[in-house]
């Protein structure tokens, strides 16, 4: 899975462009979760001046969107996969933390208790639009 994503990279703004435009199919505790993840970890590594590190981490982002891609395709599937223990091992201790500080949020942010089985109600765009206005954005 490495190498097909590998070889088939994108450049780093069409990625980032691609990873927000797969987020959208998502319900919107994982979006809004995901998309200040994906702000947060190409800002951090927009400075990277290694070859190796920058392959690594487009290949990494390139792989999650071809999973997600794949599980928004099979209707019902669940989103995400249980982490490799054999990449687990290989974290270092600041990666292991991160990993445990985005559990944390996550579980924070998802509940499935609090979870909408139903589709919004028939005026919800309506709303959705005279909010927006009053913000000041147009709305298509």
Known sequence: AVREANS???????LYRALFRAHRKLIPEM???????????FRRHQN??????????LGQWKMY????????????????????PEK????????????HELMLATAEVFDPEKAQATP?????????????????????
Do not use: C, H
């Not at 088939?8 to 069409?14: D, E, H, K, Y």
């Not at 969107?65 to 982490?83: A, C, F, N, T």
């Not at 109600?121 to 639009?129: G, K, Q, V």
């Open 8 to 14: 088939t990279l994108l450049p780093p703004i069409q």
């Open 31 to 41: 979006r809004s979760l995901g998309d200040s993840y994906i702000k947060d970890e």
């Open 48 to 57: 990277i001046d290694n070859p190796l590190q920058i392959v690594a981490f």
């Open 65 to 84: 969107l071809d999973q997600l891609q794949m599980d928004q395709g099979q209707p019902g599937g669940s989103v995400g996969k249980r982490l490799d």
């Open 88 to 99: 687990l091992d290989k974290l270092s201790d600041e990666q292991i933390y991160q990993l």
């Open 120 to 140: 919004p109600a028939p005026d919800a765009r309506a709303l959705a639009e005279e909010a927006a206005q009053a913000e000041g954005f147009k709305v298509k």
